[in-house]
């Protein structure tokens, strides 16, 4: 354990430590023949490499940069969400493009709003990690609407199809099912706000507190990041989701046939 700033954090050895939870949770899925011991193992080794490289990156960017590479790091990791929201909706014709326009306008819309508002500094140590945030809660609404979207245009081709042959337009024929999508890509964010403070402290307020701030300062910039984050959930959800569903229909307004 060392101290900056009268902060209290782990040093390497405490991390190295904390390697053993890691062990706990690889034996445990081990013998409960989950079948994930070998994926466990990977993804804690990948999560401490990327967050060295990671960090080491933004030391530089964070010296030298300032906002123009602040906001070019948050356009990589709108990149890289993207692809990985995109794996959710395997099948659906140019999947990561509509998870990439979806997670690229709630970030932009949220992020700039709060960028030009003045509710957050220009400064790059702020814009990042709150660029992130978004980002990542863009990233998990943007993935699970275009999966319900997928699994609604196989399921339910039938009813769809048989409002198409009533006249109805491809919008509104998948209309219902794109308020599905977005229902249960909003939940969780919903969920997650009701509860905000009564069950776990939010990792933005606990941070700061962590860092010595008081807590009311603290419980206003969560509030902030709770706001934002629905905002970004919400609006990338949707444009996601529209996105996606253009792409079920052909231009003579035909239901495709998704692979698999």
Known sequence: MTTTSG?????????????????????????QHLHLTRELLIAAARAGVQLIAVGAILVILFRHTGLPGALAWVVLM?????????????????????ATLGVAFG????????????????QARVVVPVGGMIVSSAMQST????????EDARTARDSIEARLALGLSARESFLPHRRSALRTA??????????VGLISLPGAMTGLI?????????IRYQIVV????????TLAAL???RAAERTLFDPAQRLITLPG
């Open 107 to 122: 970030s932009t819309v949220t992020l700039g709003a709060l960028i030009l508002l003045g509710v957050i500094s220009t």
């Open 7 to 31: 902060l209290s954090v782990p040093d390497w050895p405490g991390v190295a430590a904390s390697l053993l939870l890691v062990a706990l949770a690889a034996l445990v899925a081990y013998r």
């Open 239 to 241: 444009a996601g989701a």
């Open 143 to 150: 993935g699970i609407a275009l999966r319900r979207l997928v």
């Open 186 to 195: 909003l939940i969780p964010a919903i969920d997650s706000t009701k509860v």
């Open 78 to 98: 709108v990149v890289i969400a993207g692809y990985v929201a995109g794996r959710r909706g395997a099948g659906l014709p140019h999947a990561r493009r509509s």
């Open 210 to 218: 962590l860092a010595g701030v008081d807590p009311l300062t603290a």
């Open 226 to 233: 709770m706001y934002m984050l629905l905002a970004a959930t």
